[in-house]
């Protein structure tokens, strides 16, 4: 840097390596006679959140800190981020890995629902699982029936409520 390391602000440093949103953590010191260390700890991508009106998706790391605008095809999908609900919705994340069409709505704190392409999915806040586990042996069942729009409450100790959405509802 063509500095005196004696007058070397190790601070600057660190102020403008912490003001990068990728970074989660820097340590900058000194060691003499001629070098600065610096090591860092970079924030990783957790989930990325759609904005349902505008589609626009930005990166959030597991702490819910917004990284950039993008997309990525291997993290899970929220809408309506809620940061109480939110390590919820990364605990939940990765049942739902191999579907695509899944979008975890955090909009209700006592309820996460998962919003699918033929309907919708009432998990509660626990039990993530057994609710999931006990959705998918019902699911064939719904899709051979040919039911679609439908709403599914798992939110009961051991069943699973199914009703169809009219087409009125959809709308909404």
Excluded: C
Excluded at 55 to 77: A, F, Q, S, T, Y
Aim: charged letters at 30%.
């Amino acid at each position: 840097m063509g500095q005196n390391l004696i007058r070397l602000s190790i601070e600057d440093i660190h102020t403008a390596l912490i003001k990068n949103r990728w970074v989660k953590k820097a340590v900058v010191s000194k060691v003499y006679p001629g070098r600065v260390d610096v090591t860092l700890t970079e924030r990783v991508p957790a989930a990325v959140e759609i904005d349902p009106l505008s589609n626009r998706m930005v990166l959030r790391d597991g702490e819910g800190v917004i990284l950039e605008e993008g997309d990525h095809d291997h993290l899970p999908r929220i809408i309506y981020y809620n940061h109480n609900v939110y390590t919820k919705a990364l605990e939940l994340a990765p049942l739902l890995s191999e579907r695509k069409d899944a979008l975890i709505d955090l909009s209700h704190s006592e309820n996460l629902s998962i919003r699918l392409k033929k309907g919708v999915l009432h998990l509660g806040d626990k039990d993530f699982k057994k609710r999931w586990e006990r959705f998918s042996k019902v699911e064939a069942d719904l899709d051979h029936r040919g039911v679609a729009p439908w709403e599914a409450d798992l939110r009961f100790p051991s069943q699973v409520v199914v009703k169809t959405k009219t087409a009125s509802a959809t709308t909404e």
